[in-house]
């Protein structure tokens, strides 16, 4: 039987997962030092399977943890080690954009696949990439998706609306759970103009009077769907939702999308946020319950 393990920030959310199939469950202890530095503490006797749950937004130093866990957790006599992280960091960066920058998908995809034998994310960012193993060489690499989840979640709330991705990358998402619920979608197209800067246009079609969802993988400086906000105002629509998978949400993106007439927002429980409507438990619970 595999042992949890949950570090501090995503304990809530790991314990549901491992309750949820039927596993024991226990903490990493992390003490942080003055200097920065961290000293990680696992229980002394480990089983030989083990799980680290840990979601890898704001990721830097969580990632040098989670190497202190795993190699202790080597030490300790684990054998097959997992890592659960429902939200997968630096897989946006997949090519070097202008020469002489780090392609960072690949250089933490080889230090995760150095220490872990298999992984288990959910909807991870790749577009140029398209298999988790390939940006993440691990033994085994398992995608879930939450939008079966989504589906469940928004036939609950609003009759009949319209989902709308916000860029042409969205469309695996926004589809898959149209199709779910047999909901009209449509993909609007983006230009980035830089980090806080996006350009949206929607595609020709009457938005008025619809209840619109926009619907992403990751929110993040807001700035996408406060673009396509923007641009479904003058149509007046009934209302505006957002959904998301993995709520980053930095800064006062959550009030700025409230000034532009977002009334709703719904993320799933990937990255710990207020907008957290959505649990995964169950879904991560069937994966790991393979392991
Ligand atoms: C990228 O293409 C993603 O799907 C999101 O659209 C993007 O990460 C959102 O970023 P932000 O919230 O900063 O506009």
């Known amino acids: 039987m595999s042992l949890v393990l949950c570090f501090p920030e995503y304990r809530e959310q790991a314990r549901r997962m491992a309750d949820a199939a039927g596993f024991s ?57 997992t890592l659960v992280a429902p939200y997968l960091c630096y897989m946006r960066q997949d090519k070097a954009f202008h020469p002489g920058e780090a392609i960072s998908q690949r250089i933490i995809g080889e230090l995760l696949a150095g220490r872990f034998n298999s992984l ?44 709308i991705g916000p860029d042409e990358e969205s469309v695996q998402w926004v589809a898959a759970i149209a199709r779910y619920n047999h909901l009209d979608y449509c993909v609007a197209r983006k230009e980035r103009l830089g980090d806080r800067s996006v350009r949206i246009t929607l595609p020709d079609g009457d938005y008025s009077g619809r209840h619109i969802v926009l619907v992403d993988d990751v929110a993040s400086t807001g700035r996408t769907l406060e673009a396509a906000a923007r641009r479904l ?48 438990a169950e879904l991560l619970a069937g994966a790991i319950r393979e392991k």
């Open 25 to 81: 469950s226990a903490d990493v202890d992390i003490h942080h030092f003055p200097d920065g530095e961290s000293r990680i503490r696992l229980p002394e006797k480990l089983p030989e399977k083990i799980i680290f749950c840990r979601s890898l937004n704001q990721p830097n130093e969580k990632l040098i943890e989670l190497i202190l866990a795993a190699a202790t957790a080597r030490r300790l006599g684990a054998k097959k080690i």
């Open 120 to 163: 288990i994310t959910v909807d991870p960012h790749l577009h140029r990439v398209h298999n988790l193993q390939q940006a993440v060489p691990v033994a085994q690499a398992v995608t879930l998706s939450a939008t079966s989840v989504m589906a469940a979640w928004l036939s609950e709330q609003l009759e009949n609306p319209l989902l």
């Open 233 to 280: 105002a003058p149509y007046k629509p009934a209302t505006i939702s957002a959904l998301v998978t993995h709520a980053l949400f930095f800064g006062d993106a959550q009030q700025r999308l409230h000034r532009v007439g977002v009334e709703q927002i719904w993320s799933c429980d990937t990255i710990p946020h207020p907008t957290n409507h959505l649990q995964l």
